[in-house]
């Protein structure tokens, strides 16, 4: 058992949110907000909750592939439906929602009407709105995971920085036209959103793609549509990318969340990487004040990503309900999100 005091306690949740303040250039949490932290770490219980009437929604991306036989996780032996009403009915989540294994738009095209199939017969069962999940994953058009197009690390190695943005930018092309055509069959299916997850975890190339996806859907569906994060900085990998005149790189946070809403989507999931070398209460001190900034600026819903690894959640396989319920009621009580 690792214990601190409460005076270390209160140090690193103030180092943390200096360090969020400098890098992302927002407001530190005040001593106030501080204090309000520290006592939700304090508290006794090894749970911790929320007063009546403080309630947020309970979204969820992963949906059935966190309950099914096809994983890591539970590995129950139900199918896709059952795992919807698992969450729908057990758990009580406010949002459910239906994926494949391969968790990527790439894979999901050839199958589409497969899945559509069970977005339909789900639909009959439930009453939870429920999304069609996939992450944008703009690795898998490279030739290093089975694409048609170089690897834009491999050209850069090579110092051919011309050949790999250009790579980027037909990789892209390709990742919106999937995403579309996923997005029309699971819209005549009868799906009442789209969950991009992971978004931007390839760079700024990726980012740019899901906005102007984002952007499409938005005139040709009535989807609703969440984007969440892959990590707290777009990565610059092709560095040149702009969407409404705003370069993408180095985007953190709340400039993210200002672009998703631009584009029309419904539902902003920002993400603060943990540090696995810092405490929990760094983490929590520094994620806080990332997404306080989030709600200051984004005006859509903001269901913050919050799990193994992910805006102040200790890094394990299975997190730490301790942590995880800690963490929770910091979002909620300081930086007033809306879901999680």
């Not at 911790?48 to 309950?67: H, M, T, W």
């Not at 959103?193 to 992971?198: A, I, K, M, P, V």
């Not at 990487?273 to 997404?291: D, E, P, Q």
């Not at 984004?298 to 992910?310: A, E, F, R, S």
Request: charged share 25%; aromatic share 6%; glycine share 10%.
């Amino acid at each position: 058992m690792i214990t601190m005091t409460r005076e270390q306690i209160r140090a690193d949740l103030e180092a943390g949110s200096k360090d969020a303040a400098e890098k992302g250039h927002v407001v530190a949490l005040s001593a106030d907000e501080l204090d309000r932290v520290l006592d939700i770490i304090l508290e006794p219980t090894k749970i911790v909750g929320i007063e009546r009437g403080r309630e947020i929604v309970l979204s969820r991306d992963g949906g059935v592939l966190k309950y099914t036989g096809c994983t890591r996780y539970a590995g129950a032996p139900i199918s896709k439906e059952q795992g919807i009403i698992v969450g729908e009915r057990i758990l009580g989540l406010d949002t459910m929602e239906l994926g494949h294994a391969d968790y990527s738009f790439k894979p999901c095209k050839p199958i589409a009407y497969d899945e559509a199939h069970h977005m339909e017969n789900a639909q009959m069962w439930s009453i939870v709105p429920l999304f069609y999940g996939a992450m944008p994953n703009l690795g898998t058009y490279y030739q290093s995971l089975g694409g048609r197009w170089p690897t834009p690390t491999e050209l850069l190695s090579q110092g051919r920085i011309k050949e790999s943005r250009e790579a980027q930018e037909r990789a892209a092309d390709d990742l919106i036209k999937d995403i579309v055509y996923v997005a029309r069959i699971m819209d005549q299916s009868g799906a009442d959103g789209l969950n991009f997850d992971t978004t931007a975890a390839a760079g700024d190339a990726e980012f740019y793609a899901t906005l102007r996806a984002v952007e499409q859907l938005k005139n040709e569906t009535g989807l609703a549509v969440e984007v969440g994060m892959a990590g707290e900085m777009i990565l610059g990998m092709h560095c040149e990318l702009e969407y409404d005149g705003k370069r993408l790189a180095g985007l953190w946070p709340h400039e993210q969340g200002k672009l998703v809403e631009k584009a029309g989507a419904s539902i902003f999931g920002p993400v603060v990487n943990t540090r696995a070398t810092k405490s929990f209460a760094w983490n929590l001190g520094r994620a806080v004040t990332f997404i306080k900034a989030v709600g200051k600026t984004v005006q859509i819903p903001i269901h913050v990503n919050m799990g193994m690894g992910v805006c102040g959640v200790p890094m394990a396989e299975i997190p730490p309900v301790d942590a995880v319920t800690r963490a929770a009621k910091a979002m909620i009580t300081v930086a007033d999100i809306d879901g999680i």
